[in-house]
């Protein structure tokens, strides 16, 4: 056993700033820069155990909506019933969160994807179809997201065979699109997925940022050139402070202005998490050797602070991505409990319904081992005068109650996985 530490670690430190609608932001940084913590920080999503200093604020149309149904989170990993399709998960998540009806924009972004009018017309129409006696915008998000081939197909897991990781990413993203929230925040979400699915996912979330005017911070680890060049701002965090926060286009230049210059065959993303490295420095050095020395974390923030960047990030004026607006609210967010445990209810039984092979097994092995204990001790008289009788009578309900426990045993991950 260890003594407890009453050591605290700072994992961020002195962060300020705005990100705004309409734009999405590119997080970068090295393992352990305190991205993830970021971006839980900014989602409300932060572990209680840790202590936060500061506020973070969501600039709202609707005075009565609370922040916290505003923005959603979305770890690195997928984390779905392995049992159901991915069209009844998304639908899950819109009873759940409250779908919003934005068709007009979401006709915007197909249109803008596919190219034609037509196109975008025959998608809706197939949506609408296939909308009846079920959620429209559901099938909407499906076709939009490409997972209409897949729609039907569970999302399996280890031990069960369902979508590609890229489906999987693709339900994600589609859960929290087809609910309420305007402001989204995702860690790292090209796990497991390849540069070319990488690309085509951000490229739908841009275009859903920039039309629908959604708040739209991601953090990659070692995005493309490509990828790279679908963002609108950059926050490159180091040793939990921000080093840089703003266009894209101006990062490059900020480096250079100190001295540091990204070789043309060099991916940005990665030279702006090596300039910082001790280890990796000197070779982005491009003025007199005799004279490089180390520029620390504190050195890079002085440099950042001085240049003309936070006037861009802190002005209150719009940016290029369109007009000045606030995060949109929609009317109401508040879903009663009674709706909630309906909702709950419904997939409990949709998942008991498609596990009812083994169900039924378990209600006949109970039955029969009733059977068999009942008609074992079938007419034995047995005293009820003394305590002994009673400690008797008392054993015979424990070992009922032990068999049931012992049966449900092999389901308490089940449990605790939809808990």
């Not at 399709?85 to 994807?113: A, D, H, P, Y």
């Not at 990659?220 to 679908?230: C, D, F, N, V």
């Not at 490295?277 to 440099?303: A, M, N, P, R």
């Not at 998942?351 to 378990?362: A, D, E, M, R």
Request: contains cysteine.
């Amino acid at each position: 056993m260890c003594a407890e530490s009453n050591d605290t670690t700072k994992i961020l430190m002195g962060l300020s700033g705005v990100i705004r609608s309409t734009r999405m932001t590119l997080v970068l940084g090295a393992p352990g820069s305190g991205k993830s913590t970021f971006l839980r920080v900014l989602a409300g999503k932060l572990d209680p155990s840790l202590k936060f200093e500061g506020k973070v604020t969501y600039k709202v149309e609707a005075k009565s909506s609370a922040p916290e149904h505003l923005s959603a989170y979305v770890s690195q990993h997928d984390l779905h019933h392995a049992e159901m399709t991915v069209r009844e998960t998304i639908n899950f998540s819109s009873n759940m969160l409250g779908t919003s009806n934005e068709f007009e924009m979401l006709r915007e972004v197909v249109r803008q994807q596919m190219g034609t009018d037509e196109a975008t017309a025959e998608l809706f129409s197939k949506a609408t179809v296939l909308g009846e006696g079920s959620n429209l915008k559901t099938n909407y998000i499906i076709q939009i997201l490409g997972l209409s081939t897949c729609a039907d197909t569970i999302i399996g897991d280890e031990l069960q065979r369902g979508v590609s990781g890229g489906q999987k990413k693709r339900t994600t993203i589609g859960e929290m699109l087809v609910g309420r929230a305007r402001c989204f925040f995702m860690d790292d979400v090209s796990t497991g997925l390849d540069s070319s699915t990488t690309y085509e996912i951000m490229t739908f979330l841009r275009q859903m940022a920039h039309i629908m005017g959604l708040t739209i911070v991601i953090s990659l680890l070692q995005p493309s050139i490509e990828t790279l060049a679908l963002f609108d701002d950059i926050i490159l965090l180091c040793e939990g402070q921000i080093i840089y926060h703003g266009p894209r286009r101006h990062a490059v230049g900020f480096f250079r202005t100190i001295g540091f210059t990204c070789p043309s065959r060099k991916n940005v993303a990665d030279f702006l998490q090596e300039v910082t490295l001790k280890t990796e420095q000197k070779q982005y050095w491009t003025g007199d050797k005799s004279q490089y020395k180390y520029h620390s974390i504190e050195d890079f923030i002085k440099c950042f602070r001085a240049y003309s960047v936070p006037q861009i990030v802190e002005d209150n004026q719009c940016t290029e991505n369109g007009s000045k607006q606030a995060v949109r609210a929609g009317d109401s967010f508040i879903i009663s409990k009674w709706e909630i445990f309906k909702v709950c209810l419904s997939r409990e039984v949709l998942l008991l319904k498609k596990n009812y092979p083994v169900h039924i097994f378990k209600v006949i092995q109970i039955m029969f081992l009733a059977f068999v204990v009942g008609t074992l001790f079938f007419r034995s008289g047995m005293n009820q005068d003394t305590v002994l009788d009673g400690v008797k009578y008392l054993g015979a309900l424990f070992m009922g109650v032990a068999v049931i426990n012992f049966n449900c045993t092999i389901e308490l991950g089940m449990v605790t996985k939809r808990l």
